[in-house]
């Protein structure tokens, strides 16, 4: 938090102003009118004068109480960029500075400072923890952090896109990239669902709605809707991205293995600097047509070998939904094998 000092000299009594200028959070988060943080401040701190305008909030009054305030300001702007919101009985604490405030404050201040030691990736809303989870996962953590392509393969339910889209919204978080874009190929599962009704958006959605799906799960619904209204996350079918550079950006592929050998060249040609790439697939769940090879075995076996490109293969035991789900993957695979 950036700070500005304005001392002024009233006629009766000095009078002290300071700026805060929130940079770890969404201005938009913290002063929206239904969000209770500015409202709370100012409740609690009546001696002050407060106002708030763009990423800035103007305090003046008494230095100690100011002091205080800017503390209390810098907690909740710490807690609302890691957690994305806070429960009542949390502000509360907070703002009334008893013992819990500051075992909140310690707590944040160590999930700020040692994401990586616990495998948290982000902090999703109402305190949602998402983290890497299995042996696999925290691999494919380290391999993108180390490399700038990275092939995610596995079986369903193993956490690749979900593991994906969490680097993704923690990258943006710490401003290490500017956007996020997530594609699919619009290949129907092995079904003809024929002509779709709506618009073009209503066409492709739902191919789409998984990724749609884990944002939601790691992003307030206030901040989610504006990064998409402005462009900061993108998602789009794969067909889409031709011409496109996509520089500033964390880039995920998603059931790359329904891509075609031309499209997945096309795919990696779009990256530009300051890119980061996460391709993720399930080699057995193809659903081209018979005799068209899958572009992402093809570019798995072309690419190996080259420095910044990494394959990451996860397993059944990585799959993190149903225990019923590993038996199954376990038995098909043992048919696919006999077969």
């Given amino acids: 938090m950036e700070i500005n000092y304005e001392a002024k000299l009233s006629k009766y009594y000095r009078l002290t102003e300071k700026i805060l200028i929130i940079e770890k959070t969404d201005p938009a988060i913290f002063f929206s009118s ?10 609690t701190f009546p001696t002050l004068k407060i106002s708030a305008r763009g990423n800035e909030i103007k305090a003046s009054g008494p230095e100690t109480e100011l002091e205080l305030f800017e503390r209390k300001t810098e907690i909740l702007e710490n807690l609302i960029n890691n957690r994305s919101t806070l429960n009542e009985e949390e502000l509360m604490a907070i703002l009334n500075g008893d013992q819990k405030s500051s075992e909140i404050a310690d707590e944040s201040e160590l999930k700020s400072n040692n994401v990586n030691n616990d495998n948290v ?48 919204v923690r990258a943006l978080k710490n401003k290490t990239i500017k956007r996020i874009f997530l594609a699919r190929p619009a290949v129907e599962a092995g079904e003809n669902l024929g002509f779709l009704p709506g618009d073009l958006k209503e ?49 995920i592929l998603d059931e790359a293995q329904n891509s075609t050998n031309i499209q997945l060249r096309m795919f990696l040609t779009r990256m530009g600097p300051n890119a980061k790439v996460i391709i993720t697939g399930d080699l057995t769940q193809v659903d081209l047509p018979p005799k068209m090879e899958s572009g992402l075995r093809k570019a798995i076996k072309i690419l190996d070998g080259i420095k910044g490109i990494s394959t990451v293969y996860l397993d059944v035991e990585d799959v993190v939904r149903h225990p019923l789900v590993k038996k199954i993957i376990k038995a098909y695979g043992k048919e696919d094998g006999e077969r």
């Fill in 203 to 251: 066409k492709i959605d739902p191919y789409l709605r998984p990724l749609y799906d884990s944002l939601q799960d790691m992003l307030p619904e206030e901040k989610y809707q504006k990064y998409i209204e402005n462009r900061t996350i993108e998602i789009a079918p794969m067909a889409f991205m031709r011409g496109r550079t996509l520089d500033n950006c964390f880039v």
């Fill in 34 to 43: 239904d969000s209770p943080y500015l409202r709370l401040l100012i409740k």
């Fill in 121 to 168: 990736l982000v902090f999703g809303p109402n305190g949602k923890i998402v983290r890497a989870r299995t042996p696999n996962q925290i691999r494919l953590v380290n391999e993108v952090d180390r490399n700038d392509i990275v092939f995610a393969v596995g079986p369903a339910g193993t956490g690749k896109t979900y593991t994906a889209v969490a680097l993704a």
